[in-house]
């Protein structure tokens, strides 16, 4: 096995470059200090080509890993759309399910948390049931416990009729039978169910199909 010998350790801030050769040629390998410290090297210390290649396959994983931290502290992300985002930046899948991961075990993703927040979230944007279950559908996740919508069904009803009230109130002059038309299509773009509709309908007088 090739042996290559550590010439010179030099630390900075964060980093550290070690330089390193055989009896031919000189090598420099620049390490976060996370990853040397994991690790540390010693000046005329005797190390092979394996242990320089895992020292480069460690950075890259701690490069991802820092770039998912920063992603997190800026906005929130579901398992998901953080797996989405890595892999147009990183092609090594098991690094980044590695992290995903590591920060779902240590509660820095959650992914029940992320649907919550994002129903309140489409809720508060008078969006409908329909529509944020395709949404989420759209964010990777096949099935939600409905429950999460039961809970603002009540908040979902009293926007279906605040934003039929301003519809109708557009289109007065329509006929009833196209402002019917409309004011359907409408409500169930944004995502209301067909009950939430009927009732609106008949609250407004209009007869439902």
Do not use: C, W
Not at 12 to 18: N, S
Not at 26 to 40: A, F, G, H, T
Not at 88 to 114: A, P, R
Not at 123 to 138: A, C, D, P, Q, V
Request: aromatic letters at 14%; zero cysteines.
């Amino acid at each position: 096995m090739k042996m290559y010998k550590v010439n010179n350790v030099i630390y900075f801030d964060k980093e550290v470059i070690v330089t390193y050769s055989d009896n031919v040629k000189q090598s420099e390998l620049k390490i976060s200090l996370e990853n040397y410290l994991d690790n540390p090297l010693v000046i005329s210390q005797e190390i092979s080509l394996k242990v320089i290649e895992e020292f480069k396959r460690k950075e890259e994983y701690l490069k991802l890993k820092n770039y998912a931290f920063l992603l997190i502290g800026k906005y929130e992300y579901s398992s998901y759309k953080l797996l989405k985002v890595l892999s147009k930046k990183y092609n090594n899948e098991k690094d980044i399910k590695k992290v995903i991961k590591e920060f779902t075990k240590k509660g820095y993703l959650n992914d029940d948390e992320y649907i919550s927040n994002y129903i309140e979230k489409k809720i508060s944007k008078k969006y409908g049931t329909s529509r944020i279950k395709m949404e989420l559908l759209n964010e990777g996740f096949e099935k939600v416990d409905e429950s999460l919508f039961e809970k603002y069904i009540d908040i979902e009803i009293a926007n279906a009729e605040s934003l039929a009230k301003k519809y109708m109130a557009k289109y007065q002059n329509v006929s009833s039978e196209k402002l019917k038309q409309k004011l359907y299509r409408y409500l169930y773009g944004l995502g209301y169910q067909e009950h939430i509709i009927e009732q609106i309908f008949k609250k407004n007088n209009l007869t439902y199909y």
